[in-house]
């Protein structure tokens, strides 16, 4: 014979057969205890007792069916439940009244019972109703371990049958989690925890240093001080990761945190609150690579650069690499009238179109597969698409690969990006505006000085006599981007090392892609002509600290569990970045994170001279002539050894 299984409606209607019984139970004791127990004067007889009992039961059931009390899920019950319950027992109470006085009129002879009764038994009867679902409430959200909660654990099951049962060995079978803070943010998180059958944690305490709340519990879980926290304490809690719900917090208090949190050999994840965008979702997620700069990150975009945007047809070059595709991302969010993605690589291009897709099925989003060194094929998509505004992300970044392979990276940079600037103007785009880095600032390499001289492009080119409106932003490494040390650092640790750094002493400017992205588009819709903007990155980040914290954030110890080795500096490699030509010349903007810096143009002779060096150079293919060629073209180019020694 099989074993009948109850559907989820069958389920919920025995769940509320066994509410509705014990309701029953309850007003049947109430009612004997106040209208039985203490009768009226004069007497009531017992017929007229079973009379009155009966319809108060009828009126008040009724009431809280009106009021859906029934159908209530009461083990996510808030206050909004328990209105509706006073309110329906409010309804039962005055059509008990009506039917009374119906009664009496027909001359039934039933008998009257006093207003204060029938108010107290109201009360008395709603109390120990609410009373009942407040102790399953409890029971089902309280932490299994004491000896109390076992025992309200069993009689939940012993009511409601399995699912108590399941609900209690899930709990204990569940990763258990501190969390860092006993606020408003960190409480949210335990009580969804608690609540959420699915979830794979569980708290196990909270850890605040609000003396008020240690030594207490919340949702019965204790509540430990930060300076009593050690290993033995969060091992006998069985605590396996910690979680940080304190979203206001400096970033040299999330730099303390971390470091004093990572020594215990838990892993560390950070509890996002959520905001309107992420309504019902819980924003739990490992401590990410973003929260190693340990500052907040920076939101730029305003409504006056969604404005600038919205309605035009934007051309992305290299709009399936890393900036790429999230420019295509902060632009979808500005309703453009459609989205260009213009790349040699396919697969970059088709993943973020079917993510627009799948994302904003409505929006316009169109591919093309084509080199912007190709002249011919880049004129098409411009003759087709007729664009409003060019967004130039092409380009070859990574540099010890472009010093091997000098000839391509002019090719493809230099002249990839004359084409696109010329075209620009042949087709009277409105707005071009170039991707550039701080390696393009006194470069060392053959990428930053091919950069160099894409800004020298777009700068000519802003005089020249057109209806184009020109400028370039420059900013520095930008996190988790195709080539970029982060994902490098990951591997390594994730096949056990070593991680591997060019130099100890080596620091880099750090921003998140998002971040980026943002100052392009900001930049690029506040641009008058020429500019060359630059962010405020902050302080700058040293390369070692960072393959330090990834290690301990893989909850592992540098120098014991994973090494870090030093290899030496590769080709082209300075030992620090600049971000600005001359810094004299800084110029402000109405966004206090984004400076100008405006360099002289050359004329367009001084710069088809230039081109006319390194197209020559190009055409030879020899890596060492293409490389002289562009230390002709950029005077700033010099070698690295001129840079490092000014480093002790």
């Known amino acids: 014979m099989k074993k009948q299984i109850l559907t989820t409606e069958e389920h919920f209607s025995t769940n509320r057969l066994v509410l509705f019984l014990l309701d029953f139970i309850i007003y049947l004791t109430t009612s004997v205890m106040l209208v039985v127990v203490h009768n009226e004067t004069p007497?009531?007889?017992?017929?007229?007792?079973?009379?009155?009992?009966?319809?108060?039961?009828?009126?008040?059931?009724?009431?809280?069916?009106?009021?859906?009390?029934?159908?209530?899920?009461?083990?996510?019950?808030?206050?909004?439940?328990?209105?509706?319950?006073?309110?329906?027992?409010?309804?039962?109470?005055?059509?008990?009244?009506?039917?009374?006085k119906c009664f009496s009129l027909t001359g039934a002879g039933v008998g009257r019972v006093s207003g204060v009764k029938c108010l107290t038994l109201v009360c008395v009867n709603l109390l120990l109703s609410m009373t009942m679902r407040m102790f399953y409430r409890y029971a089902y959200k309280t932490n299994g371990n004491s000896l109390f909660s076992k025992t309200l654990q069993w009689l939940l099951c012993a009511f409601i049958g399995s699912d108590a049962k399941k609900k209690g060995v899930a709990d204990l079978e569940k990763i258990k989690v501190a969390i860092v803070g006993a606020g408003r943010v960190g409480t949210s998180l335990a009580e969804e925890l608690i609540a959420n059958e699915k979830s794979a944690y569980y708290p196990a305490c909270f850890i605040d240093i609000d003396k008020e709340k240690m030594g207490r519990i919340i949702f019965d879980i204790p509540v430990i001080g930060e300076e009593s926290v050690n290993t033995d304490k969060l091992s006998d809690l069985g605590v396996q990761e910690i979680i940080f719900a304190i979203p206001k917090v400096t970033k040299e208090k999330k730099k303390e945190l971390y470091d004093h949190y990572s020594r215990f050999g838990c892993a560390i994840k950070?509890?996002?609150?959520?905001?309107?965008?992420?309504a019902g979702k819980l924003q739990l997620r490992p401590f990410e690579i973003e929260d190693l700069l340990f500052r907040k990150p920076i939101v730029i975009v305003d409504d006056e650069t969604k404005d600038f945007y919205s309605g035009k047809t934007i051309l992305i070059t290299g709009g399936g690499g890393s900036i790429g595709s999230e420019i295509c991302r902060q632009l979808s969010a500005m309703n453009p009238r459609r989205l260009v993605i213009?790349?040699?690589?396919?697969?970059?291009?088709?993943?973020?179109?079917?993510?627009?897709?799948?994302?904003?099925?409505?929006?316009?989003?169109?591919?093309?597969?084509?080199?912007?060194?190709?002249?011919?094929?880049?004129e098409r998509v411009f003759e087709e698409y007729r664009p409003h505004i060019v967004v130039m992300a092409a380009a070859h970044k990574h540099v010890p690969l472009m010093e091997k392979n000098c000839v391509e990276a002019v090719a493809n940079n230099v002249f990839g990006t004359l084409n696109t600037v010329e075209l620009a103007e042949k087709y009277k785009v409105q707005r071009v505006i170039m991707v550039s880095t701080d390696k393009a600032v006194n470069p060392t390499n053959i990428m930053g000085a091919t950069k160099r001289m894409c800004e020298m492009i777009v700068r000519t080119h802003s005089e020249s006599d057109t209806e184009t409106t020109f400028s370039a932003t420059r900013f520095g490494n930008v996190l988790g981007s195709a080539g970029s040390v982060i994902p490098l650092f990951k591997k390594q640790i994730e096949n056990g090392g070593p991680v591997t750094i060019t130099d100890k002493r080596i620091i880099r400017y750090f921003m998140t892609i998002p971040e980026a992205s943002q100052l392009v588009l900001e930049s690029g819709a506040m641009a008058k002509n020429g500019e060359l903007f630059v962010l405020d990155m902050g302080e700058p980040v040293k390369i070692y600290e960072l393959a330090e914290n990834m290690i301990k954030m893989s909850g592992m110890e540098p120098g014991e569990d994973i090494e870090i080795r030093e290899i030496g500096l590769r080709p082209g490699e300075k030992l620090?970045?600049?971000?600005?030509?001359?810094?004299?010349?800084?110029?402000?903007?109405?966004?206090?994170?984004?400076?100008?810096?405006?360099?002289?143009?050359?004329?367009?002779?001084?710069?088809?001279?230039?081109?006319?060096?390194?197209?020559?150079?190009?055409?030879?293919?020899?890596?060492?002539?293409?490389r002289a060629a562009m230390k002709k073209a950029v005077d700033t180019y010099v070698d690295p050894d001129e840079i490092n020694r000014r480093v002790s």
Not at 270 to 278: E, G, H, I, L, N
Not at 595 to 620: G, M, N, P, W, Y
Request: glycine residues 6%; aromatic residues 10%; proline residues 1%.
């Open 342 to 378: 213009l790349d040699i690589a396919e697969n970059g291009a088709y993943d973020i179109q079917q993510e627009m897709r799948i994302k904003i099925p409505y929006l316009d989003v169109k591919v093309e597969i084509c080199s912007i060194t190709n002249r011919s094929g880049l």
């Open 43 to 100: 007497a009531l007889t017992v017929w007229q007792m079973a009379f009155h009992i009966l319809l108060f039961g009828i009126t008040s059931f009724i009431g809280r069916l009106i009021m859906l009390v029934y159908k209530q899920i009461w083990r996510y019950g808030g206050i909004q439940t328990y209105i509706r319950m006073v309110i329906g027992d409010a309804i039962g109470f005055v059509l008990f009244f009506a039917a009374e």
């Open 576 to 626: 620090y970045e600049e971000l600005l030509v001359k810094s004299e010349t800084l110029g402000k903007t109405k966004n206090t994170l984004i400076f100008t810096e405006r360099d002289c143009a050359l004329s367009i002779d001084e710069l088809e001279e230039k081109l006319s060096v390194l197209r020559e150079a190009v055409e030879t293919g020899n890596d060492e002539t293409v």
């Open 270 to 278: 950070a509890y996002d609150y959520p905001v309107m965008k992420t």
